[in-house]
């Protein structure tokens, strides 16, 4: 087995394993398991001066399995998380997966 064999082995038992991190969220209408991850955006967010007040902005950090999308995710493109619309302002694609960090509740 190839480490990128026992990588996405290890996503899909692992780190998408609704007993360990994974969680039942939908996109576009379509539920999948994600993980949900904001102790890493506010680690990202500490070195960002973007407001004045200290607070942190009403992000919202995912990882997603490149399978489990039907679309390529992009930068200002806009999707429905849970129902609500949502802004992606960034986005990685690593390891048979995204990370995606979704701006605020867009109404």
């Known amino acids: 087995m190839t480490f990128k064999d026992q ?18 969220h939908t996109i576009n209408g379509k539920e999948i398991l994600i993980v949900v991850d904001n102790d890493m955006l506010k680690e990202l967010e500490l070195g960002k001066t973007d407001r004045d007040d200290g607070m ?8 997603v399995r490149e399978a489990d999308l039907d679309f390529e995710p992009v930068s200002e493109m ?11 302002t960034d986005v990685l694609h690593d390891f048979g997966g995204y990370t995606i960090i979704l701006g605020a509740n867009q109404g």
Do not use: V
């Not at 290890?10 to 360990?20: C, V």
């Open 7 to 24: 990588l996405e082995k290890d996503l899909d038992n692992i780190f998408f394993n609704p007993e360990e991190f994974g969680e039942p």
């Open 56 to 63: 942190l902005s009403d992000k919202i950090l995912i990882f």
């Open 78 to 88: 806009l999707i429905e998380y849970d129902g609500n619309q949502h802004e992606i």
